[in-house]
């Protein structure tokens, strides 16, 4: 019966990778991605939100776009970027949008 359930969860996360869409590690996970650009050239301020997530029952923050570029006073976005950090396949998550810009 064990090993059932923990081939099921082990195909079931494997599955969860097809609807992300960075690669994705059971044990650990850090990775960056493209999320938007404009045609914008240049940038001068960087700007940074995150979100975190606890034992895949908690998660708390604000990693939008918006919020990131808020901090930085960002009025003309450039490009906008991702980056995730996942360990023990949900046991602790955070993601950080990370906006450039004038």
């Known amino acids: 019966m064990i ?4 081939i099921a969860s082990v195909l079931l996360f494997m599955l969860s990778a097809v609807v992300f869409a960075e690669p994705l590690g059971l ?3 850090a990775v960056s991605s493209p999320v938007a650009a404009t045609s ?3 940038y001068d301020k960087k700007g940074e ?21 808020k901090k930085a ?12 950090l996942y360990i023990l396949g949900g046991l602790f ?5 990370k906006v450039y810009g004038k």
């Open 27 to 29: 044990l650990f996970t």
């Open 40 to 42: 914008l050239t240049g």
């Open 3 to 6: 090993k059932k359930i923990v």
């Open 93 to 97: 998550m955070m993601e950080t949008t």
């Open 49 to 69: 939100s995150t979100s975190f997530g606890i034992l895949g029952m908690v998660a708390f923050g604000d990693a939008g776009i918006e919020s990131a570029s």
């Open 73 to 84: 006073q960002i009025t003309a976005i450039q490009h906008v970027d991702k980056s995730c």
